[in-house]
Nanobody
Framework: QVELVESGGGSVPAGGSLRLSCAAS????????MAWFRQAPGKEREGIAT????????YYADSVKGRFTMSQDNAKNTLYLQMNSLKPEDTAMYYC?????????????????WGQGTQVTVSS
């Protein structure tokens, strides 16, 4: 059974930091495209960072580039998102997702596994 479990969300003031984690199980973690998405109320889901677990470049959306860092621990099948210099506009539900694709990032529809999300709230 595939499972993605996010943790680490919370409420912080602007300028603060949070580290999100995504624990993956039930699939061959080392050959997937993993991603972090976020969705704020009334807005479309936004892909903010991707990484191919078997090695390769990390992609960041312009909205988070230079502030967020994605990393992984393949031994623990865990994905991380270090978020620094948080802004109120970063407030959203954050999700991790997995796509069984060597092409990373693939089209949105290829992300077949999703976590339940973790809420990040940044106050001004």
């Amino acid at each position: 059974q595939v499972e993605l479990v996010e943790s680490g969300g919370g409420s912080v003031p602007a300028g603060g930091s949070l580290r999100l984690s995504c624990a993956a199980s039930g699939f061959t973690y080392s050959s997937y495209c993993m991603a972090w998405f976020r969705q704020a109320p009334g807005k479309e889901r936004e892909g903010i960072a991707t990484i191919y677990t078997g090695g390769g470049s990390t992609y960041y959306a312009d909205s988070v580039k230079g502030r967020f860092t994605m990393s992984q621990d393949n031994a623990k099948n865990t994905l991380y998102l270090q978020m620094n210099s948080l802004k109120p506009e970063d407030t959203a539900m954050y999700y991790c997702a997995a796509a069984g694709s060597w092409y990373c990032p693939p089209p949105l529809a290829d992300f077949t596994y999703w976590g339940q999300g973790t809420q990040v709230t940044v106050s001004s």
